[in-house]
């Protein structure tokens, strides 16, 4: 499947949760973590909450991870909470306008901010605004994007 601003919104919205709190964020991040070791690349996966960061859950997929993985965690984790849209949804819009967050929010400091997928905001059915952020950082962005993707809609069919 191509992945367009539209698209990236329908899975926004078909991955609403029922509820979030820790036991979720624990299945969902297991189920993650789970996908991602199909992979050859290592990967972290970042579940927390949105109102506080409280981290909820943290694992790499396998060994070979590095310090930088959470710095992009941080950074994808930014523009979720910001924005309240995926990061892969923010890039493919930016993209779409020939335009870069830099130049769009006249920023100066690109390390603060990374519009490259694999963040990914966690929302409610019911409840205004974004309750939670997941984060992958290891793969290629399309595979960091798709791996939360796959890994909420998993969870939601095991809890429908």
């Not at 991955?15 to 979030?20: A, I, K």
């Not at 694992?59 to 910001?82: C, F, I, Q, Y």
């Not at 952020?133 to 939601?156: M, N, P, R």
């Amino acid at each position: 499947m191509s992945l367009t601003v539209e698209s990236i919104a329908a899975q926004e919205e078909a991955c609403r949760l029922p509820s979030f709190d820790s036991n979720v964020a624990w299945e969902i991040g297991n189920i993650i973590r789970t996908n991602l070791q199909k992979f050859t690349r290592p990967a972290v996966v970042y579940v927390a909450h949105a109102n506080s960061s409280q981290l909820l859950f943290f694992a790499t997929s396998k060994p070979g991870t590095l310090p930088d993985n959470m710095h992009w965690v941080k950074r994808k984790e930014a523009v979720v909470l910001r924005w309240g849209r995926s990061t892969m949804g923010m890039r493919l819009s930016l993209q779409a306008r020939g335009k870069t967050l830099q130049e769009t929010f006249e920023m100066n400091d690109p390390s603060i901010y990374a519009v490259h997928g694999g963040g990914f905001p966690v929302k409610v059915k019911g409840v205004e605004g974004v309750v939670g952020v997941i984060v992958v950082s290891g793969l290629t962005q399309e595979d960091d994007h798709a791996v939360i993707v796959d890994g909420i809609k998993e969870y939601l069919a095991k809890n429908s």
